[in-house]
């Protein structure tokens, strides 16, 4: 199939191909065609021609905003398969960013999200699934539906290494709670973060913090739920007050606990499927949208099991 870009500038077309037409390569191998080309002038080969087209079509339009990488590449071929032949729109906007999303489970989640009360968030790395959470959690504080946020992750990577390390307990999680701050700061800025902290508007803390409390009116999730055991996930479930929102998000493969049986999460997931305005999302290898290298990967751990 021979077709030609309708190129602006010469930029763009270099944007499009990407340095030494590694852009081009990733298309190809993605949909198993060849392409070759000389300048806008293309041909494509394979049983995937017309998906390659309408891929650097869509190319072509953000070349006109934004420098093209590999997410994007990814994003338009996964488009593909949605209903209309169309990216996903923009459906989380914080002050310092739009959050595109990546696939068909990670509208659902988000969706659900709005919702429901509560959402369990199921499934590998790089999926999104805490990601996807916090970005929702700063929009609905930011829009003023919550008064605050409080994140929590249980410390079970660090069992007795926590009394070796300097400072106090707040400050030994702080490194296991790390991936919640930097999406945190991705999604509002460092020093707006660090004034919400200090006024106690954003609460990150690790989940033995959670006992005792009603938490009205906040936005709460819970990361690595399947390193809470069953009476820690029944606890902190427990927390929530009038007004609030809940998402649990963990892998039930990732399980650090001396006995995995005795997962909170893999025992939630059982005992509140029938209740409603509780959802449950489901995520696997097609949803990562990190480096394509983990995508593989957790293919390779899913075919071995």
Same mark, same amino acid.
């Given at each position: #199939?021979?077709?030609?870009?309708?190129?602006?500038?010469?930029?763009?077309?270099?944007?499009?191909?990407?340095?030494?037409?590694?852009?081009?390569?990733?298309?190809?191998?993605?949909?198993?065609?060849?392409?070759?080309?000389?300048?806008?002038?293309?041909?494509?080969?394979?049983?995937?021609?017309?998906?390659?087209?309408?891929?650097?079509?869509?190319?072509?339009?953000?070349?006109?905003?934004?420098?093209?990488?590999?997410?994007?590449?990814?994003?338009?071929?996964?488009?593909?398969?949605?209903?209309?032949?169309?990216?996903?729109?923009?459906?989380?906007?914080?002050?310092?960013?739009?959050?595109?999303?990546?696939? &068909?489970?990670?509208?659902?989640?988000?969706?659900?999200?709005?919702?429901?009360?509560?959402?369990?968030?199921?499934?590998?790395?790089?999926?999104?699934?805490?990601?996807?959470?916090?970005?929702?959690?700063?929009?609905?504080?930011?829009?003023?539906?919550?008064?605050?946020?409080?994140?929590?992750?249980?410390?079970?990577?660090?069992?007795?290494?926590?009394? *070796?390390?300097?400072?106090?307990?707040?400050?030994?999680?702080?490194?296991?709670?790390?991936?919640?701050?930097?999406?945190?700061?991705?999604?509002?800025?460092?020093?707006?973060?660090?004034?919400?902290?200090?006024?106690?508007?954003?609460?990150?803390?690790?989940?033995?913090?959670?006992?005792?409390?009603?938490?009205?009116?906040?936005?709460?999730?819970?990361?690595?739920?399947?390193?809470?055991?069953?009476?820690?996930?029944?606890?902190?479930?427990?927390?929530?007050? *009038?007004?609030?929102? #809940?998402?649990?998000?963990?892998?039930?493969?990732?399980?650090?606990?001396?006995?995995?049986?005795?997962? &909170?999460?893999?025992?939630?997931?059982?005992?509140?499927?029938?209740?409603?305005?509780?959802? *449950?999302?489901? *995520?696997?290898?097609?949803?990562?949208?990190?480096?394509?290298?983990?995508?593989?990967?957790?293919?390779?751990?899913?075919?071995?099991?």
């Amino acid at each position: #199939m021979k077709f030609s870009l309708n190129i602006k500038r010469s930029e763009q077309l270099a944007n499009i191909c990407g340095s030494l037409d590694k852009n081009l390569e990733n298309i190809a191998n993605n949909l198993n065609v060849t392409i070759s080309n000389k300048g806008a002038d293309f041909n494509i080969k394979g049983n995937n021609s017309a998906k390659a087209v309408s891929v650097l079509q869509d190319l072509l339009s953000i070349s006109e905003k934004k420098s093209i990488d590999f997410s994007d590449i990814d994003l338009c071929i996964k488009s593909l398969n949605s209903p209309n032949g169309e990216a996903p729109s923009v459906t989380i906007k914080t002050s310092k960013k739009h959050i595109h999303i990546r696939s &068909g489970n990670q509208q659902k989640y988000v969706n659900a999200i709005l919702e429901n009360d509560a959402v369990f968030a199921v499934g590998p790395a790089g999926t999104g699934k805490t990601y996807l959470a916090v970005a929702r959690a700063v929009e609905a504080l930011e829009n003023s539906n919550v008064k605050r946020i409080v994140l929590v992750r249980p410390a079970v990577e660090a069992g007795e290494k926590l009394g *070796f390390l300097p400072g106090d307990l707040s400050e030994k999680v702080d490194p296991y709670l790390r991936p919640i701050y930097d999406a945190l700061y991705e999604f509002i800025g460092f020093e707006k973060v660090n004034k919400l902290i200090e006024k106690n508007v954003i609460e990150v803390a690790p989940l033995a913090f959670m006992r005792g409390r009603t938490l009205n009116e906040s936005y709460i999730i819970l990361d690595e739920a399947q390193n809470t055991t069953i009476p820690q996930m029944k606890m902190f479930l427990t927390r929530m007050g *009038f007004g609030s929102k #809940m998402v649990i998000t963990g892998d039930i493969t990732q399980i650090d606990l001396p006995n995995p049986s005795q997962s &909170g999460l893999k025992d939630a997931l059982k005992i509140l499927k029938n209740i409603d305005h509780i959802a *449950f999302c489901n *995520f696997d290898a097609n949803d990562v949208v990190r480096h394509q290298l983990v995508k593989k990967i957790v293919s390779a751990y899913d075919r071995d099991k």
